[in-house]
């Protein structure tokens, strides 16, 4: 399966995004498809995930209430809805694709190819 991210773009702080993560084929009901961010220097980081099936959310911490994770069945595509941007925020967001949930990138088997999101302070 590919994956293909889009909607990044330079934003002011407290503006928004709706980051869009497009597969190429239909998602099974087991898969999870999640949002992970790397900024310069850093590792990537868990952001946020969505079961397929039962639609189950996940959020990391640091942006609970500010990210809203979503998907479209119709179209095998999730969205992640960015709001009250901040400078932190500011990466490459990558989508991605796997079998079971998790917080790590090795739980995940495919990768779109990332989408940059920057943010004037």
């Known amino acids: 399966v590919q994956l293909q991210a889009s909607g990044g773009g330079l934003v002011q702080a407290g503006g928004s995004l709706r980051l869009s993560c497009a597969a190429s084929r239909r998602i099974y009901s087991s898969g999870v498809v999640g949002w992970f961010r790397q900024a310069p220097g850093k590792e990537r980081e868990f952001v946020s995930a969505?079961?397929?099936?039962?639609?189950?959310?996940y959020y990391e911490d640091s942006v609970r209430g500010r990210f809203t994770i979503s998907k479209d069945s119709a179209k095998n595509t999730v969205y992640l809805q960015i709001d009250s941007l901040k400078p932190d925020d500011a990466a490459v967001y990558y989508c991605?694709?796997?079998?079971?949930?998790?917080?790590?990138?090795?739980?995940?088997?495919?990768w779109g190819q990332g989408t940059q999101v920057t943010v004037s302070s």
């Open positions: 969505i079961r397929w099936g039962s639609g189950i959310r």
């Open positions: 991605a694709m796997g079998s079971h949930y998790g917080t790590t990138p090795a739980a995940y088997d495919y």
